[in-house]
């Protein structure tokens, strides 16, 4: 099987295009592929395929093998193959997803892909849609137990569901600790995607991440639009915000047609075959 290892700011993913390959078990390989002793290494498994509604599919599997419904990071990776492999007619293309067709846009330089400006679509407030059972419409600068400490916390669901915690020092966070407390918290029944964020200014922001299925990430593209909306929403940004995460930085903004748009780089590591 034919691989491309891609990166969008470090988060990492083993992309298979389906249109040279089949993958029979995708949440098997997913975990195997990710093993970074055993495998390739990854945060997941994406697989890129045809599409009767938009230019491409994108399909997203976690490193523990779970079904993502969508992969900000991953997603500028899929813009990038898609471009550059002619599976798309130029810059603009349309992707497939399992929260619908999000339209792309590439910066291209010398015949590649640099960045990539993505219509995230709407945030979505209700706390059923992430779901959660706390007893609230929407989860918003809400207290919560968890580990013992209360946390205010708000909730953003980007299609895949998100918490973020707004502090004073994200980095003195005990991440592998605290991350699967919240990610298991039995307020979000399905789990959750953890945002551990300083609020530098009001358009820059410092986030950690704890993703669902995968640990701690580099970056990650949902998060980063759900910490924009959640800042905006308690008042402590502005809708457009520069997020700068362990990977590196994306452009977010909450536009006035309620639509998230997220700018940032992906990069192609390298090619294989497995195993």
Not at 210 to 233: F, M
């Amino acid at each position: 099987m034919k691989f491309t290892k891609m990166h969008g700011l470090g988060n990492d993913y083993v992309c298979v295009s389906l249109f040279e390959e089949s993958v029979a078990d995708p949440a098997g390989l997913a975990r195997v592929v990710s093993d970074r002793h055993r495998g390739i290494g990854s945060d997941g498994l994406i697989l890129i395929g045809r599409s009767e509604v938009g230019h491409v599919r994108m399909e997203m599997y976690n490193a523990d093998g779970s079904r993502a419904q969508m992969c900000g990071n991953g997603i500028r990776c899929v813009a990038k193959y898609a471009a550059e492999h002619g599976l798309a007619p130029g810059p603009e293309l349309q992707i497939e997803t399992d929260v619908g067709v999000l339209k792309a846009w590439c910066q291209v330089r010398d015949g590649l892909v640099q960045t990539v400006r993505v219509d995230m679509g709407c945030p979505e407030l209700a706390a059923l849609s992430l779901p959660s059972t706390l007893p609230v419409d929407r989860v918003v600068d809400y207290s919560i137990e968890v580990g013992g400490l209360d946390y205010r916390i708000t909730c953003v669901s980007m299609g895949n569901p998100h918490v973020v915690v707004f502090l004073d020092d994200p980095g003195g966070v005990d991440l592998a600790d605290l991350g699967p407390l919240f990610e298991h918290c039995p307020a979000f029944p399905e789990r959750i995607n953890a945002h551990f964020v300083r609020v530098d200014s009001s358009t820059h922001v410092t986030m950690r991440t704890w993703e669902r299925g995968s640990g701690e990430t580099l970056a990650c593209g949902t998060g980063a639009c759900a910490v924009c909306v959640a800042g905006a929403l308690t008042h402590r940004t502005q809708r457009e915000v520069t997020v700068t995460l362990p990977g590196g930085d994306l452009h977010v903004e909450w536009a006035a047609d309620d639509h998230v748009y997220m700018t940032g780089p992906a990069v192609g590591a390298f090619t294989g075959e497995w195993p």
